[in-house]
């Protein structure tokens, strides 16, 4: 029997709707400001993209764009203004940003509770030490999916292939939290089919294509694919290519009891997660019991 598919976009639809439910209730309309800096043709969709699902749900969007030269000090500048707007509730820096841009020192400028995608220092230390905060996007909408297929998580065998920290290591501390037994496992792990075929739960981060064969999974596991790839699809005509995960989707339909395929599963999770920390970072949403978001 195959595997069932999950459907990221309804998912992802659903929390939007449940999103949209909440904004009415609170005092004040939730704010987003997005800094996108340069003029990279895909960060410009991916920013589109989530100004419109913003504006959807019914929370303020505010955008500044930046000069792709601009100086960093100016970067740090436009980030501690937004820190200092009352009105703004959330902040996201588009990645990735030009070369001559120190990443890591500009997003530390981000006030952690205003920071949407959990990558700062301090969101990622409330996270490893289990206190509120704001959690990444990707590893959230991960236990999300799977809390959806599966139900109740708790005993449940995870094995994480990939450690890196935007999705590996928060995801295992994710899970952890609803009380799975985690295994991180990467490029220098023995025996890595063994490993992969006693989970419960495979979450597939490592970024190589089609990596994981469906001979790893353990039957009925449920496997989510977060890999994003673009190899050749001759089939589709010259120089034409097509997206896969870091999972053989094809092997994998036989064995896994649930899979997500790529694209069309974690991703649109990703933006919903991250309205999802946009309404949660308002400190009137924070007043409002909202059991389904």
């Known amino acids: 029997m195959a595997a069932q598919i999950i459907d990221g976009k309804a998912f992802a639809a659903n929390l939007r709707q449940s999103i949209a439910r909440a904004v009415p209730a609170l005092p004040r309309t939730p704010t987003l400001a997005v800094v996108l800096v340069g003029d990279d043709p895909a960060s410009q969709v991916y920013v589109r993209n989530k100004i419109r699902q913003t504006e959807e749900v019914g929370m303020g969007s505010i955008e500044r764009r930046l000069a792709a030269d601009i100086d960093q000090q100016q970067v740090i500048a436009t980030i501690c203004a937004l820190n200092e707007d009352p009105n703004v509730d959330g902040i996201l820096v588009q990645l990735p940003l030009p070369d001559h841009l120190d990443e890591e020192v500009i997003l530390a400028q981000i006030?952690?509770?205003?920071?949407v995608d959990g990558l700062t220092?301090?969101?990622?230390?409330?996270?490893?030490?289990g206190k509120l905060g704001l959690r990444p996007c990707t590893p959230t909408g991960c236990v999300l999916?799977?809390?959806?297929?599966?139900?109740?998580?708790?005993?449940?065998?995870?094995v994480i292939v990939g450690r890196s920290i935007l999705v590996g290591k928060p995801a295992a501390l994710l899970f952890l939290e609803k009380n799975c037994t985690v295994t991180i496992a990467h490029s220098k792990t023995k025996n890595l089919p063994e490993l992969c075929r006693t989970a419960d739960i495979l979450i597939a981060a490592v970024g190589r294509a089609q990596m994981i064969e469906g001979s790893w999974i353990k039957p009925g596991a449920c496997v989510i694919d977060v890999g994003i790839n673009r190899i050749a699809a001759p089939?589709?005509?010259?120089?034409k290519t097509r997206l896969v995960g870091d999972v053989d989707f094809a092997s994998a339909l036989k064995t896994a009891g649930f899979i997500t395929p790529v694209p069309g599963g974690v991703g649109p999770?990703?933006?919903a997660c991250l309205l999802?920390?946009?309404?949660?970072?308002?400190a009137d949403a924070q007043k409002?019991?909202?059991?389904d978001v």
């Open 111 to 115: 006030d952690p509770a205003k920071d």
């Open 121 to 129: 220092e301090t969101s990622a230390g409330r996270l490893f030490l």
């Open 145 to 158: 999916l799977a809390e959806r297929v599966i139900g109740n998580l708790s005993g449940k065998s995870c």
């Open 235 to 239: 089939e589709r005509g010259l120089d």
């Open 269 to 271: 999770m990703t933006i």
């Open 276 to 282: 999802r920390n946009a309404l949660l970072a308002s």
């Open 288 to 291: 409002v019991i909202m059991d």
